[in-house]
């Protein structure tokens, strides 16, 4: 199922990110997610009403110009950066 979004998204080229949100105890579809390319960069508190833990994990994957913009913001501010996230906590990831 993953493996065909991503191809969709891929195909069709229109996407900047793909964004999910995972139970932040739900350690193996945190590493299922970050085999294809997802990393965290979030977490909410409160986001379940009916399980606990109540918090989950945001994960994003970048696609297409999402991956562009990452570069050209390091490039440009000669930035070397570890994960998206760092760089989305500077406010300069914003695709709208």
């Known amino acids: 199922m993953v493996e065909h979004v991503l191809k969709y998204v891929h195909a069709d080229g229109n996407f900047d990110s793909i964004f999910l949100h995972v139970q932040v105890n739900n350690e193996g579809a945190i590493d299922f997610y970050k085999k294809f390319g997802f990393e965290i960069v979030e977490t909410k508190e409160h ?25 050209l913001i390091k490039m440009i501010f000669n930035l070397k950066f570890k994960s998206v996230s760092a760089i989305s906590k500077l406010g300069l990831l914003d695709f709208n």
Do not use: T
């Not at 009916?50 to 945001?58: G, K, S, Y």
């Not at 994957?61 to 913009?69: C, D, I, M, Q, T």
């Open 47 to 71: 986001y379940y009403k009916r399980i606990e833990p109540a918090d989950a994990h945001v994960l994003q994957k970048l696609s297409g110009r999402g991956r562009v913009v990452v570069k």
